[in-house]
């Protein structure tokens, strides 16, 4: 009896982990990625429960200090300038996942500050004009945004932008109203317009974008991209949807594309290579 009772208290567990490990088809690190995909990997971004109790929910985490999320965005701000093609800056970069929930709005934002706390000139702008997630999570109650510039000639680019959020070189510019035709208000030329005013006053113009293939908007506004990152979320994109994420790569749907895996499980015991 104390033999079959040892031999099930490792057969039980060992058959869960086992169905455990061929049933999950969710992505869960950049092996994963790599093995299925050429789509070029700039870094991944772990999960730092511990750090993120001590901050706001959603908020900006990036600081001076040497925690692991820092760091993880000073290398990825630092693989970016690897992607940036021949005769171009990389100036203009949007952050696109498939899902909600991928985190593309935090690594945006968070790569915004960590630019901006590299004595970089920057300005973050809300192009997820239908729910305007990056808006909110900055906290601005500032209504005149991107929908507003783009329906009204009348406003001018100074009008929409906020100065100074959570860094002084670090501007902001809101989604603005709601809007009944986001899709084609994105397609008119003045998108075209505000990003090249952009350009000539700031060192990185990060933009926050849609889900792509759920909504039109990511494909129409990609036009204004030099870098494209696409966020892929640890434990919730199945690998199966990495095929499709390969066919973007190879038909150039999206500019210059390259992956950040965000959540990622991040293994104590100091730094390594």
Request: hydrophobic letters at 40%; aromatic letters at 8%; one cysteine or more.
């Amino acid at each position: 009896y104390l033999l079959l009772g040892f031999l099930l208290g490792l057969a039980i567990p060992g058959v869960w982990f086992l169905a455990k490990l061929f049933l999950d088809t969710r992505v869960q690190n950049r092996r994963d990625i790599k093995d299925n995909v050429n789509v070029p990997f700039l870094g991944e971004i772990p999960l730092d429960k511990d750090h993120m109790k001590k901050k706001v929910k959603g908020a900006i985490v990036v600081d001076g200090a040497n925690h692991s999320q820092s760091e993880a965005f000073r290398i990825l701000r630092t693989n970016m300038s690897f992607m940036s093609k021949k005769g171009q800056t990389g100036q203009v970069i949007t952050f696109v996942s498939f899902n909600e929930g991928a985190g593309k709005t935090f690594v945006s934002t968070n790569l915004a500050a960590s630019f901006a706390m590299a004595k970089k000139k920057v300005v973050a702008v809300d192009l997820d004009i239908r729910k305007g997630t990056m808006t909110s999570i900055l906290g601005c109650s500032h209504t005149t945004g991107v929908t507003n510039y783009l329906y009204d000639p009348a406003i001018k680019v100074d009008d929409i932008i906020i100065k100074g959020v959570g860094h002084e070189n670090l501007d902001f510019i809101p989604a603005g109203s709601k809007a009944p035709n986001p899709a084609e208000l994105l397609m008119d030329d003045r998108l075209d317009t505000l990003i090249e005013t952009l350009r000539e006053r700031y060192d990185y113009i990060i933009v926050d974008n849609v889900p792509v293939g759920i909504i039109a908007d990511a494909t129409v506004s990609n036009r204004i991209a030099d870098l494209t990152v696409f966020v892929v979320r640890a434990g919730k994109m199945d690998r199966r949807q990495l095929p499709e994420l390969e066919e973007l790569y190879k038909e150039k749907t999206l500019a210059n594309m390259a992956i950040v895996l965000n959540g990622s499980q991040h293994r104590s015991g100091g730094y390594g290579y």
